[in-house]
């Protein structure tokens, strides 16, 4: 059974950094698109970042200040937080797709595996 296993969750303070790291049970199954979503309390389900096709793409709300990192051998990938702020506070979710359809890595209803979230806290 393929599964995501998300850690390096936590509580920070405004400013502060975390790292988040997805890893899959397995490698036996390649995924060639992976992506970081969050949840904050209230609201839907967002895409904030993705590796697909090759490429990295950001939302805009966490542009500049996150940077995703893949290790395709290892069906892994990393979440470098900065500039932490307080709406930035959410369930934090790494996700598979084994296809997504064109330009459409931020709608969760295309991803197919999910790890089971991380909660982070930002503190003003």
């Known amino acids: 059974l393929l599964q995501l296993v998300e850690s390096g969750g936590g509580s920070v303070q405004a400013g502060g950094s975390l790292r988040l790291s997805c890893a899959a049970s397995?490698?036996?199954?390649?995924?060639?698109?992976m992506a970081w979503f969050r949840q904050r309390p209230g609201k839907a389900r967002e895409g904030i970042a993705a590796?697909?096709?090759?490429?990295?793409y950001y939302d805009d709300s966490v542009k500049g200040r996150f940077t995703l990192s893949r290790r395709h051998d290892e069906n892994a990938m990393s979440l470098q937080m900065k500039s932490l702020q307080p709406d930035d506070t959410a369930v934090y979710y790494c996700a598979a797709a084994t296809w997504l359809p064109g330009g459409l890595w931020y709608e969760p209803r295309h991803y197919n595996i999910w790890g089971q979230g991380t909660q982070v806290t930002v503190s003003s």
């Open positions: 397995t490698t036996a199954s390649r995924f060639e698109n």
């Open positions: 590796t697909y096709r090759g490429q990295i």
